[in-house]
């Protein structure tokens, strides 16, 4: 890639390749200084850990939470996932960052577990660098020792993606992850080059419906049928299906009606921080 931006920038003769150099040194720079901040953010406790509600449809009352990070400097706006998520796995600082936000999740969920004496479930997304990480099973199994948390109230979100890959090693780590007896989700389902050979190969517990597909409910025909056989399909193979972006009352009907069990969107909560959250589920409980 080097070597072809090398020759382009040498086809377009020599401005151009001075201008394109420098460009390129922007780009490394800016690249530096995010993984510096990131570091520190790290050091510096700057992330923080939102809480969105996952319902059951039918009573809508809250099974659990999924956890979302959050990145807040000093003053600053709070900084989305997406804008910073994507570099720290490029860049391998997402072992350390998902460590932090399974320990922080793993501790409030316990808390939450112990003050309203009930079953709540906490998921958290977990990114392929760290489901290829072989410490992760042991680094769970510290977090859950460590909390107190149940193994059945734990489930990490993976992605499609991360099944594509040498499909070989992977077997391991999930045999040690079910063993914990910590369930499996698979995220943003129906987006990635989806094949249903996964979901024989793999032990996974829950589907995610993406919200690409909620978001077109009632509105696009393809995504309302897709809908359906996703959620028939989970159901006949005994995994729970949940949809994700859910945003209006209609789309919650027709989840309903279509034998989804849980759903997670802003038409119930958005992401929430944690004193919001323990607001909502208090007002939640006693409804
Ligand atoms: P995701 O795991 O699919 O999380 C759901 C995203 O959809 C969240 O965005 C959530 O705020 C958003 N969302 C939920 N309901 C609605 C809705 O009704 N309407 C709309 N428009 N959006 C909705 P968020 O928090 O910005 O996170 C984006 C992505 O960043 C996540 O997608 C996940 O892939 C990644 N991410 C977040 N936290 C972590 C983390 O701790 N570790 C890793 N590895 N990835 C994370
Ligand atoms: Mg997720
Ligand atoms: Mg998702
Ligand atoms: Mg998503």
Redesign the pocket.
Known sequence: CADSAMYLAKELGRNNYQFFTSELMIRAQHRYALERNLRRALVEDEFLVYY?AKVNLLTQKIVGA????RWQMEDMNIV???EF?PFAEEIGL?VPI?RW?LTQAARHAQQWRQQYQFDFKIS????PK?FQDPNLPSFIKDVLDETGLDPNALQL?ITEGLLMVEADHLGGVFDAIKQLGVSISL??FGTGFSSLSYLQRFPIDNLKID?SFIREIPANQDSVVLTKAIIAMSNALGMSVTA????SLEQMDFLKEAGCQEM????FS??LSVEAFEALLQKNLHS
């Open positions: 969105q999924e956890a979302l990070i989305a996932p997406n998520i997402i998902g936000v958290v997304n977990i990114s760290q979100e995220d943003d919200r994700e972006g859910v945003e997670q969107g802003f038409y958005k992401p």
